[in-house]
């Protein structure tokens, strides 16, 4: 599982939105993290913890 996540880093999640996207677009860092469906543009907000548990991987690091 990805540990290190950048700012702007397309995710992956396991549970796919009803919209029909499994990517996401981390917005914010911090002890919650804020991420925006790439689908419908909804924005979530989640605590550290469970985001590690529902990101499945990175599809792009905006480091790389
Ligand atoms: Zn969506």
Redesign the pocket.
């Known amino acids: 599982m990805p540990k290190f996540y950048n700012l702007g880093d397309i995710v992956e999640m396991k549970k796919v939105?009803?919209?029909?996207?499994k990517e996401w677009k981390i917005i914010r860092l911090g002890a919650d993290i804020k991420v925006k469906?790439?689908?419908?543009?909804?924005i979530v907000m989640l605590d550290r913890s469970k985001f590690e548990k529902s990101v499945k991987k990175i599809l792009k690091n905006e480091k790389e």
């Open positions: 939105h009803p919209c029909g996207s469906c790439c689908g419908c543009a909804r």
